[in-house]
Protein backbone atom coordinates (compact mmCIF):
# COMPACT_ATOMS: atom_id res chain seq x y z
CA UNK A 1 0.00 0.00 0.00
CA UNK A 2 1.41 3.60 -0.92
CA UNK A 3 1.62 5.61 1.99
CA UNK A 4 -0.04 9.08 1.77
CA UNK A 5 2.74 11.89 2.94
CA UNK A 6 2.35 15.21 4.06
CA UNK A 7 4.57 17.88 2.82
CA UNK A 8 5.56 19.64 5.75
CA UNK A 9 9.18 21.21 6.86
CA UNK A 10 12.04 19.19 8.52
CA UNK A 11 13.18 20.79 11.80
CA UNK A 12 16.13 18.80 12.01
CA UNK A 13 18.41 16.18 10.22
CA UNK A 14 21.52 14.11 11.11
CA UNK A 15 24.78 13.43 8.57
CA UNK A 16 26.06 10.83 7.91
CA UNK A 17 29.13 9.88 5.88
CA UNK A 18 31.70 6.19 5.42
CA UNK A 19 34.79 5.42 7.26
CA UNK A 20 37.66 2.77 7.29
CA UNK A 21 36.99 2.52 3.72
CA UNK A 22 40.37 0.92 3.41
CA UNK A 23 42.06 -2.50 3.47
CA UNK A 24 45.75 -3.48 3.89
CA UNK A 25 47.26 -1.19 1.20
CA UNK A 26 44.37 -0.07 -0.35
CA UNK A 27 44.03 2.91 1.02
CA UNK A 28 41.23 5.65 1.24
CA UNK A 29 43.17 9.30 1.97
CA UNK A 30 40.35 11.42 1.44
CA UNK A 31 37.39 9.96 3.54
CA UNK A 32 37.94 11.92 6.91
CA UNK A 33 37.89 15.39 4.92
CA UNK A 34 33.94 14.85 5.91
CA UNK A 35 34.63 14.14 9.71
CA UNK A 36 34.34 17.89 10.94
CA UNK A 37 30.99 18.41 9.26
CA UNK A 38 29.16 14.98 9.79
CA UNK A 39 26.83 13.91 13.27
CA UNK A 40 26.77 10.06 12.47
CA UNK A 41 29.34 8.07 10.27
CA UNK A 42 29.38 4.19 9.64
CA UNK A 43 32.72 2.55 9.94
CA UNK A 44 33.09 -0.81 7.24
CA UNK A 45 33.46 -4.13 9.29
CA UNK A 46 35.89 -5.94 7.40
CA UNK A 47 34.43 -7.34 4.48
CA UNK A 48 33.70 -4.87 2.05
CA UNK A 49 36.40 -2.77 2.98
CA UNK A 50 38.24 -2.05 6.37
CA UNK A 51 40.85 -3.78 8.36
CA UNK A 52 41.52 -4.35 12.11
CA UNK A 53 43.83 -1.13 12.52
CA UNK A 54 41.78 0.62 10.09
CA UNK A 55 38.48 0.25 12.29
CA UNK A 56 40.23 0.90 15.37
CA UNK A 57 41.79 4.05 13.67
CA UNK A 58 38.16 5.42 13.03
CA UNK A 59 36.57 4.34 16.25
CA UNK A 60 39.21 6.70 17.97
CA UNK A 61 39.16 9.78 15.27
CA UNK A 62 34.71 9.26 15.58
CA UNK A 63 35.29 9.32 19.48
CA UNK A 64 37.89 12.34 19.76
CA UNK A 65 34.86 14.51 17.92
CA UNK A 66 31.87 12.94 19.63
CA UNK A 67 30.30 11.88 16.37
CA UNK A 68 27.93 9.24 16.49
CA UNK A 69 29.08 5.51 15.05
CA UNK A 70 26.65 2.70 13.14
CA UNK A 71 28.18 -0.52 11.28
CA UNK A 72 28.55 -0.02 7.74
CA UNK A 73 27.84 -3.48 6.56
CA UNK A 74 28.52 -5.30 2.86
CA UNK A 75 28.87 -8.56 0.97
CA UNK A 76 32.38 -10.07 1.59
CA UNK A 77 34.04 -8.72 -1.98
CA UNK A 78 36.51 -6.56 -1.47
CA UNK A 79 38.12 -6.67 -4.62
CA UNK A 80 34.42 -5.22 -5.79
CA UNK A 81 34.52 -2.95 -2.93
CA UNK A 82 30.98 -4.76 -2.77
CA UNK A 83 29.24 -3.13 -5.06
CA UNK A 84 28.57 -6.51 -6.67
CA UNK A 85 25.38 -7.82 -5.93
CA UNK A 86 25.33 -11.31 -3.98
CA UNK A 87 22.68 -13.90 -3.87
CA UNK A 88 22.50 -15.43 -0.34
CA UNK A 89 19.80 -17.70 1.24
CA UNK A 90 17.78 -16.06 4.29
CA UNK A 91 20.03 -17.76 6.33
CA UNK A 92 23.39 -16.79 5.29
CA UNK A 93 22.22 -12.97 5.07
CA UNK A 94 21.41 -12.61 8.13
CA UNK A 95 23.95 -14.51 9.43
CA UNK A 96 26.78 -12.22 7.81
CA UNK A 97 24.13 -9.00 9.22
CA UNK A 98 25.40 -10.45 13.10
CA UNK A 99 28.79 -11.58 12.33
CA UNK A 100 29.78 -7.79 11.21
CA UNK A 101 27.70 -5.83 13.57
CA UNK A 102 28.74 -8.22 16.50
CA UNK A 103 32.56 -7.20 15.67
CA UNK A 104 31.98 -3.77 15.58
CA UNK A 105 30.27 -3.50 18.46
CA UNK A 106 32.78 -5.92 20.47
CA UNK A 107 35.39 -3.44 18.96
CA UNK A 108 33.63 -0.38 20.15
CA UNK A 109 33.28 -1.60 23.88
CA UNK A 110 36.67 -2.25 24.14
CA UNK A 111 37.26 2.02 23.80
CA UNK A 112 34.29 2.70 25.87
CA UNK A 113 31.83 3.43 22.80
CA UNK A 114 28.10 2.26 21.90
CA UNK A 115 27.43 1.70 18.69
CA UNK A 116 24.03 2.83 17.55
CA UNK A 117 23.07 2.02 13.57
CA UNK A 118 23.51 -0.04 11.31
CA UNK A 119 24.07 0.89 7.85
CA UNK A 120 23.75 -1.52 4.83
CA UNK A 121 26.84 -0.38 2.02
CA UNK A 122 26.60 -0.75 -2.00
CA UNK A 123 25.19 -3.67 -3.15
CA UNK A 124 23.69 -4.70 -0.09
CA UNK A 125 22.04 -1.41 0.38
CA UNK A 126 20.64 -1.53 -3.15
CA UNK A 127 18.89 -5.00 -2.70
CA UNK A 128 17.51 -3.56 0.93
CA UNK A 129 15.42 -0.69 -1.15
CA UNK A 130 14.47 -2.96 -3.65
CA UNK A 131 13.89 -6.16 -2.21
CA UNK A 132 11.40 -5.86 1.05
CA UNK A 133 12.41 -9.35 1.61
CA UNK A 134 16.38 -8.54 2.09
CA UNK A 135 15.31 -5.76 3.84
CA UNK A 136 13.78 -7.60 6.15
CA UNK A 137 16.22 -10.39 6.75
CA UNK A 138 18.36 -7.50 7.32
CA UNK A 139 16.56 -6.05 10.01
CA UNK A 140 16.15 -9.50 11.67
CA UNK A 141 19.65 -9.69 12.24
CA UNK A 142 20.26 -6.32 13.43
CA UNK A 143 17.52 -6.81 16.15
CA UNK A 144 19.19 -10.17 16.71
CA UNK A 145 22.95 -8.35 17.86
CA UNK A 146 20.87 -5.50 19.84
CA UNK A 147 16.93 -4.36 19.71
CA UNK A 148 18.05 -0.75 20.26
CA UNK A 149 20.63 -0.74 17.11
CA UNK A 150 18.76 1.50 14.45
CA UNK A 151 18.51 0.48 10.81
CA UNK A 152 19.70 2.86 8.41
CA UNK A 153 18.14 2.32 4.85
CA UNK A 154 16.96 4.06 1.71
CA UNK A 155 13.73 6.35 2.52
CA UNK A 156 10.74 4.30 0.86
CA UNK A 157 7.60 2.05 1.33
CA UNK A 158 9.79 -1.16 1.43
CA UNK A 159 11.90 0.60 4.63
CA UNK A 160 8.70 1.73 6.56
CA UNK A 161 6.94 -2.49 5.91
CA UNK A 162 10.21 -3.26 7.92
CA UNK A 163 9.69 -1.05 10.35
CA UNK A 164 6.34 -1.88 11.03
CA UNK A 165 6.42 -5.80 10.66
CA UNK A 166 10.10 -6.15 12.26
CA UNK A 167 9.47 -3.69 15.28
CA UNK A 168 12.94 -2.15 14.63
CA UNK A 169 13.62 1.77 14.87
CA UNK A 170 14.81 3.07 11.45
CA UNK A 171 16.58 6.11 9.95
CA UNK A 172 15.05 7.09 6.51
CA UNK A 173 18.32 7.90 4.55
CA UNK A 174 18.42 10.98 1.71
CA UNK A 175 21.09 11.23 -1.06
CA UNK A 176 21.56 15.14 -2.66
CA UNK A 177 23.06 13.57 -5.38
CA UNK A 178 20.65 10.44 -6.48
CA UNK A 179 17.67 10.74 -8.91
CA UNK A 180 14.05 9.65 -7.83
CA UNK A 181 11.27 8.29 -8.92
CA UNK A 182 7.44 9.40 -8.89
CA UNK A 183 7.01 7.03 -5.60
CA UNK A 184 10.36 8.62 -4.00
CA UNK A 185 12.40 5.51 -4.70
CA UNK A 186 16.23 5.63 -5.64
CA UNK A 187 16.54 5.27 -9.54
CA UNK A 188 20.01 3.32 -9.11
CA UNK A 189 20.15 3.49 -13.05
CA UNK A 190 21.01 7.23 -13.06
CA UNK A 191 23.81 9.07 -13.23
CA UNK A 192 24.65 10.78 -9.84
CA UNK A 193 24.48 14.55 -9.75
CA UNK A 194 28.03 16.67 -8.74
CA UNK A 195 26.59 19.70 -9.16
CA UNK A 196 27.04 21.43 -6.07
CA UNK A 197 24.10 24.25 -6.56
CA UNK A 198 21.55 22.05 -7.61
CA UNK A 199 22.18 19.62 -4.93
CA UNK A 200 22.03 22.71 -2.20
CA UNK A 201 18.25 23.48 -4.01
CA UNK A 202 17.67 20.36 -3.28
CA UNK A 203 18.61 20.12 0.15
CA UNK A 204 16.23 23.64 0.79
CA UNK A 205 13.41 21.90 -0.83
CA UNK A 206 13.77 18.96 1.67
CA UNK A 207 14.01 20.84 4.64
CA UNK A 208 11.53 23.34 4.05
CA UNK A 209 8.67 20.99 2.06
CA UNK A 210 10.01 17.33 2.76
CA UNK A 211 10.71 16.64 -1.33
CA UNK A 212 12.73 15.46 -3.30
CA UNK A 213 13.14 15.96 -7.04
CA UNK A 214 11.82 12.85 -9.65
CA UNK A 215 12.85 11.64 -12.92
CA UNK A 216 9.90 13.16 -14.37
CA UNK A 217 10.60 16.36 -13.55
CA UNK A 218 8.49 17.11 -10.59
CA UNK A 219 8.97 16.72 -6.73
CA UNK A 220 7.89 14.09 -4.89
CA UNK A 221 7.26 13.87 -0.59
CA UNK A 222 9.55 12.04 1.04
CA UNK A 223 10.51 10.82 4.99
CA UNK A 224 13.83 11.85 6.72
CA UNK A 225 15.86 11.27 9.11
CA UNK A 226 19.19 11.57 7.48
CA UNK A 227 21.16 12.85 4.59
CA UNK A 228 24.11 10.54 2.85
CA UNK A 229 27.31 12.80 1.98
CA UNK A 230 29.14 10.05 -0.35
CA UNK A 231 33.31 10.92 -0.51
CA UNK A 232 33.05 9.77 -4.24
CA UNK A 233 31.74 12.49 -5.12
CA UNK A 234 34.09 15.19 -6.47
CA UNK A 235 32.37 17.98 -4.82
CA UNK A 236 31.63 16.02 -1.05
CA UNK A 237 33.40 18.93 0.88
CA UNK A 238 31.94 21.59 -0.58
CA UNK A 239 28.49 20.32 -0.52
CA UNK A 240 28.46 19.28 3.06
CA UNK A 241 30.13 22.82 3.74
CA UNK A 242 27.45 24.69 2.09
CA UNK A 243 24.86 22.21 3.46
CA UNK A 244 25.86 22.97 7.29
CA UNK A 245 25.15 26.63 6.38
CA UNK A 246 21.38 25.73 5.41
CA UNK A 247 21.38 23.25 8.94
CA UNK A 248 23.30 22.21 11.78
CA UNK A 249 23.10 18.58 11.56
CA UNK A 250 21.56 16.39 14.68
CA UNK A 251 22.18 12.56 15.51
CA UNK A 252 19.25 10.47 14.99
CA UNK A 253 18.91 9.55 18.95
CA UNK A 254 19.49 13.43 19.63
CA UNK A 255 16.40 13.93 17.51
CA UNK A 256 14.25 12.08 18.99
CA UNK A 257 15.02 13.00 22.22
CA UNK A 258 14.43 16.43 21.52
CA UNK A 259 10.83 15.61 20.12
CA UNK A 260 10.22 13.93 23.73
CA UNK A 261 11.30 16.90 25.19
CA UNK A 262 14.34 15.31 27.32
CA UNK A 263 16.35 17.76 26.10
CA UNK A 264 15.50 21.36 24.33
Known amino acids: MQQVLEKKQIKSIDFNCDLAQSYGIYK ?34 AKEQNIVVGAHIGFDDIQGFGYRPMELSAD ?23 IEHVR ?12 YEV ?22 ENLEKVAEEENIQIARE ?3 EKIYDENGNI ?9 TQISIQRLKDLMNNSQVTNNVGGKTIVRADSIHFSNKLANAKE ?13 YNYKNAQKSGWVD
Open 28 to 61: NSTESRLLDYVSSVNIACGFHAGDPLTIKEALLS
Open 92 to 114: ELEALVMYQVGAIMTFAKAYNME
Open 239 to 251: LIMQAREITEPLP
Open 135 to 156: SRTIAKGIKKCSKWLIYYGATG
Open 174 to 176: VHL
Open 120 to 131: PHGAMYRQAAED
Open 187 to 195: DFSAKDLEN
